[in-house]
């Protein structure tokens, strides 16, 4: 079963396009039947437009507050008839109105191994924290900022001399490796949140496919084309 998707981005949406490569290349079951931006003008609804995605701006600054932009959101996602809301750089917190829409539904990715270094510039703040291990982790999205469920993470070696540039393009890869596979088991309805936290239901089949990645941690584990 194919799993409706929309995309929330603010900026570059390269999550965006891993998703839609995973799509294109027939390996995750889903579809983004939106993509939806607060700001005009960015790389993301660009991305969109190349690959056919409907897309539309709604700037957060046409609404009195952040109930009624979540409620404009929620709208615009039901008509776009999405089953599942995923943030690929939104740089809105949601609230309750749009977590209400869509119960264990939103996801999110955030570049750091949560919970430590949660909110703006994660990566930054663990360069600077001289970290030994970085890395990134997919979300349930609660009322809480990067709080929610555990669905996967990813960790790389902190070297000595990195900053947020070199620390952050290491993170992004695996970013782009673990948000499709989070998203393929949702869309597998494999993903049980069992209080704090996520319990990966078994496949049928499980191939693992660590081929191409650099030194690093996952897990749970990649499956065969992520």
């Known amino acids: 079963m194919t799993l409706s998707v929309g995309v929330l981005v603010s900026g570059g949406g390269s999550n965006l396009q891993a998703l839609i490569d995973r799509i294109e290349s027939g390996i995750l079951d889903a579809r983004i039947s939106t993509v939806i931006s607060n700001v005009p003008g960015v790389k993301g609804l660009e991305r969109a437009a190349k690959h056919g995605i409907p897309s539309q701006v709604l700037p957060h600054h046409d609404y009195p507050n952040r109930r009624a932009y979540d409620q404009a959101l929620v709208r615009s996602l039901e008509q776009a008839d999405v089953e599942a809301v995923i943030l690929a750089g939104f740089m809105r917190v949601v609230g309750p109105d749009l977590l209400a829409a869509f119960p264990r539904r939103v996801l999110n990715i955030h570049p750091a191994l949560l919970p430590a270094f949660p909110g703006l510039h994660a990566q930054k703040q663990a360069a600077a924290h001289g970290v030994r291990l970085a890395g990134c982790t997919v979300h349930f999205v609660d009322e809480q900022v990067d709080h929610g469920p555990i669905i996967i993470q ?45 319990v990966l239901l078994p496949a049928r089949v499980l191939r693992a496919d660590p081929s191409g990645l650099p030194p690093c941690l996952i897990h749970p584990m990649l499956e065969y084309g992520f």
């Open 154 to 198: 990813a960790a790389v070696p902190a070297q000595s001399g990195d900053d947020v540039d070199s620390l952050g393009a290491r993170i992004l890869a695996l970013e782009h490796r673990i948000y499709p596979q989070a998203v393929q088991w949702l869309a597998q309805g494999r993903l049980k949140i069992q209080g704090r936290q996520v």
